[in-house]
């Protein structure tokens, strides 16, 4: 288990556990994201361009909110793997598509800079962030938050990794509180989805 946490009144990365990186499963649909809506915003992509028989904005939706494989796989071709490297290394971010790894602070990181306004435009920044509310799966971070705070996250599932990556808002403080864990496919996942509501409730409690 890897855990990174960002307290946004100062920006210092605090990590525990784990600092490598994992598989990063479908958390890192939130870079892609990300990298396509920066193209769009340097003009070299649309969010009305026809993609697999809709338009690319649908696309990220449903690989956001609904965690949507297939849209995942038309945006990542649609980008390219190596514009998608560049885009990730503007970013601080050593990242290859092929492998799709990430270490819980690359994606805090990721995380805390969506929410500052400093990924992409306001306009893109609170689309993407829409997104990530109310998703098809909130059993891990959002199961343990109470509803009086803002959770913006993105869970990822593959095989013996469960990860969520989440943005906590009350008021004006704000946290950005990742954890990936790896472990035994089936019969950990209950275990390890304890620990992260505990982990979360923690986290939650500073906020308040």
């Known amino acids: ?93 050593n990242y290859d598509p092929a492998v799709n790894l990430l270490s819980p602070a690359e994606m805090a990181g990721l995380l805390n800079l969506l929410y500052a306004g400093q990924l992409i435009n306001k306009q893109h920044t609170a689309e993407l962030l829409s997104f990530m509310q109310h998703t098809n799966y909130e059993s891990l971070i959002p199961a343990a938050v109470p509803p009086d705070i803002s959770v913006f996250h993105k869970y990822g599932w593959l095989n013996g990794n469960l990860h969520d990556a989440s943005i906590l808002v009350q008021g004006d403080r704000s946290f950005v509180f990742v954890i990936y864990t790896l472990g035994n496919y089936a019969n950990g996942l209950p275990a390890r989805t304890q620990v992260i509501h505990e982990l979360t409730r923690i986290v939650v409690s500073a906020l308040k």
């Open 1 to 93: 288990m890897g855990v990174a946490l960002i307290d946004m009144a100062d920006g210092h990365t605090y990590e525990y556990g784990a600092r490598t990186k994992f598989v990063a499963a479908s958390t890192a649909k939130i870079l892609v994201a990300a990298a396509y809506y920066h193209l769009v915003e340097s003009g070299s992509a649309s969010l009305t361009a026809p993609l697999g028989g809709y338009v690319a904005s649908f696309q990220i939706r449903q690989m956001v909110q609904y965690s949507n494989n297939e849209s995942w796989a038309l945006l990542r071709d649609a980008i390219g793997y190596q514009r998608l490297r560049e885009y990730a290394a503007s970013i601080g971010i």
